[in-house]
């Protein structure tokens, strides 16, 4: 392994990294989305005329809804018994 190569490309990749800040990232997402929104974009084009896409199969869940509300709640006073038992 060379140790003097290693340490060029890290200071090369280090000083490209500094081009690159939060507020670069924001200022470009904000200038792509509004490019986008001028353009009018609509889904109305695409097959099936602007419908939401479905979701997929392995979203979606075998069991009803009032069986998972009955399971978050009881997850839910699980961790409240938890918090209680470590203080």
């Given at each position: ?19 690159y800040t939060v507020a ?64």
């Open positions: 392994h060379d140790r003097r190569t290693l340490a060029e490309m890290s200071r090369a990749s280090w000083e490209t990294a500094q081009a670069r990232m924001v200022q470009r997402y904000s200038e792509t989305f509004a490019e986008i929104a001028s353009r009018g974009v609509s889904r109305v084009f695409r097959d099936g005329g602007g419908r939401d896409y479905p979701l997929m199969p392995s979203c979606v869940s075998r069991y009803p809804p009032w069986l998972r509300k009955i399971k978050l709640m009881l997850l839910a006073g699980l961790e409240k018994a938890r918090a209680l038992y470590q203080r």
